[in-house]
């Protein structure tokens, strides 16, 4: 069995299948054009750029096209990239789907929906419960296949999910230890602050930014959402308003991305708990492609630091 593309080191050769998940044309220095080539396997993604693309070349490696590559792995920048020696769009006699090369989350939808089905079992009050449930059923489908983001964290089949369990588990634990936490709005903060991401992000594979996306964001999709929902179900009152403060402060910072600071205690926590739990993702992933002793790529999400892994078990 082949090994998956990021586990490739400096210096060795490669010939495999892969899937374009973008390509981007851009003009060098010499005035002639060039694709910008992200490819991917299951098991992450690397760059490469092909010179002297011609408008062929942009049709035959557009994304979510299977091409076969050949080339080395070279360091530029602290990252991985992949030097093109060769590359061909798959033929018909080649038996490759483009769910070969698509990495996706440790879980089952089945179990993650019936994990994060018990939170809103559990929550008391009958307002954000009612909320929470009829938003998650009415985008269920979508919800347990996005991805949490385009890149950075949880980037992979049913991410948004995925993420959204992780934190409801580590939100139970932390409300444990501070019990002046309201958990209704804990967890329902959790399920709902990225579900606009559905709207925002174009799809499962390849996903980009849909014209909502651009023009509103998850954050304002969102707030919008419960809004619409609380008239739908006759609910008013603060509960509502608390729900969308949850969602439009989860970023922290108007820098971030959040129009307002988190003003209440579990909005603050949902912040912290949603950093935590990218962040965890990012190191996790970075740090299973190196060997004990030697450091990952640089994390750009994280500072641009490369992170080192111990010997020690």
């Keep these: 069995m082949k090994k998956g593309i990021v586990y490739y080191e400096v210096g060795e050769q490669i010939d495999l299948h892969l899937l374009v998940k973008s390509s981007t044309k851009g003009i060098a220095s010499n005035g002639k054009p060039f694709l910008t ?17 011609s408008p062929e070349d942009e049709d035959n490696y557009g994304a979510q096209n299977i091409v076969r590559v050949a080339g080395e792995i070279m360091s530029y920048r602290g990252r991985n990239q992949l030097k093109i020696r060769h590359i061909r769009p798959v033929q018909p006699n080649e038996t490759v789907r483009v769910s070969d090369f698509l990495e996706t989350a440790p879980m089952k939808r089945e179990e993650m929906i019936e994990v994060i089905t018990q939170f809103i079992f559990e929550m008391k009050n009958s307002n954000i419960q009612r ?22 964290h949880h980037e992979f089949v049913s991410g948004l999910a995925y993420h959204v369990v992780s934190m409801l588990r580590l939100s139970k634990a ?8 309201n958990r209704d709005l804990l967890y329902a903060g959790i399920i709902l602050h990225d ?48 729900l969308q403060h949850l969602v439009l402060s989860h970023h922290g910072k108007a ?7 988190p003003l209440i205690k579990e909005a603050e926590m949902l912040h912290l708990i949603d950093n935590i739990d990218a962040k965890m993702n990012m190191l996790d992933r970075a740090l299973e492609r190196v060997k004990p002793g030697e450091f990952t790529e640089r994390v750009f999400a994280l500072d641009n630091r490369a992170f080192y892994k111990p010997i020690i078990d």
């Design 37 to 53: 080539l992200i490819f991917q396997d299951k098991t992450g993604e690397i760059e490469a750029k092909l010179w002297d693309a």
């Design 195 to 242: 579900l606009g991401k559905v709207m925002e992000l174009s799809g499962p594979v390849s996903a980009s930014y849909t014209i909502e996306g651009n023009l509103l964001g998850h954050i304002s999709i969102m707030v919008n959402e419960i809004g619409k929902m609380a008239d739908e179900l006759d609910i008013y009152g603060e509960e509502v308003m608390l």
């Design 131 to 152: 909320i929470t449930r009829q938003l998650l059923n009415k985008y269920q489908a979508a919800f347990l296949e996005y991805p949490a983001a385009t890149k950075n």
């Design 255 to 261: 820098e971030w991305g959040s129009p307002k600071p």
């Design 174 to 181: 932390i409300a444990d230890l501070y019990p002046s936490l």
